[in-house]
Nanobody, 116 residues
Framework: QVQLVESGGGLVQPGGSLRLSCAAAGTRLGAFTMGWYRQAPGKQRDLVAR???????SYADSVRGRFTISRDSAENTLYLQMSGLKPDPPAVYYC??????????WGQGPQVTVSS
C-alpha cells in the first residue's frame, strides 16, 4: 500500500490558480501510472490528468491547456498545477497509484472551490 499525503486545495477565484500535491512515502511514485481525479458531490469521478511511468501525460478535454501534471522524483511527489480555474461545483481531488479503485485511496483529498 502506497502512503499518500494530498494537499493544496482551497478557495480560489475564477481564473485563478492552485497547485495540488500528492506526496508518497515508502514507494517510488515513478513506478506507477499516476492520475488526478476529481469528484464533485453527487457526480462521478473524472480522470482529469494522467502520467505514465515513462512520464507521458494526458488530459481530459475539459482541462487540457489549463492543468499540468508533473512529478518530482527527488521529492517523490506528484503535482497538479491548475490555472484558469472555472466556477465549477466544489470538487475533491484524488491521486490513486495505478488509477486504483482501492477505497483506501479515495477517503480524503484536497477540495477545490472556485468561487468569487
Amino acid at each position: 500500500q502506497v502512503q499518500l499525503v494530498e494537499s493544496g486545495g482551497g478557495l480560489v477565484q475564477p481564473g485563478g490558480s492552485l497547485r495540488l500535491s500528492c506526496a508518497a512515502a515508502g514507494t517510488r511514485l515513478g513506478a506507477f501510472t499516476m492520475g488526478w481525479y476529481r469528484q464533485a458531490p453527487g457526480k462521478q469521478r473524472d480522470l482529469v490528468a494522467r502520467m505514465t511511468r515513462d512520464s507521458t501525460t494526458s488530459y481530459a478535454d475539459s482541462v487540457r491547456g489549463r492543468f499540468t501534471i508533473s512529478r518530482d522524483s527527488a521529492e517523490n511527489t506528484l503535482y497538479l498545477q491548475m490555472s484558469g480555474l472555472k466556477p465549477d461545483p466544489p470538487a475533491v481531488y484524488y491521486c490513486p497509484p495505478n488509477l486504483s479503485a482501492d477505497p483506501d485511496y479515495w477517503g480524503q483529498g484536497p477540495q477545490v472551490t472556485v468561487s468569487s
